[in-house]
């Protein structure tokens, strides 16, 4: 059974930093996509960041390039976000996402594994 648990939310001001962690277990798959999302109250579900096999082809959704970070350590089997520079447009829950459905873009949400997502919350 695959499971992606998040950690590492939090409330912080503006201009604070975050990590976030998620602990993947039970997927075999290494040449995939894996990916972190956020979803704010009202507004659809959005790609932030996505890293492929062995931390290869980062990608970035415009909002955070240059602020956040995508990594990965297998020998922990966890992928990160480092998160500087935080804004309150920032604030939303933070999903982590593993292995993307074949044809799709790494940005969209079209992933077979979800975790149940770590609040971040950044105040002016």
């Known amino acids: 059974q695959v499971r992606l648990v998040e950690s590492g939310g939090g409330s912080v001001q503006a201009g604070g930093s975050l990590r976030l962690s998620c602990i993947v277990s039970g997927y075999t798959s290494s040449r995939n996509f894996m990916g972190w999302f956020r979803q704010a109250p009202g507004k659809l579900r959005e790609g932030v960041a996505t890293i492929f096999h062995n931390g290869r082809l980062p990608n970035y959704a415009d909002a955070v390039k240059g602020r956040f970070t995508i990594s990965q350590d297998n020998a922990k089997n966890t992928v990160y976000l480092q998160m500087n520079s935080l804004k309150p447009e920032d604030t939303a829950m933070y999903y982590c996402?593993?292995?993307?459905?074949?044809?799709?873009?790494?940005?969209?949400?079209?992933?077979?594994?979800w975790g149940q997502g770590t609040q971040v919350t950044v105040s002016s």
């Open positions: 996402a593993a292995d993307l459905r074949p044809g799709y873009d790494s940005m969209s949400a079209q992933y077979n594994y």
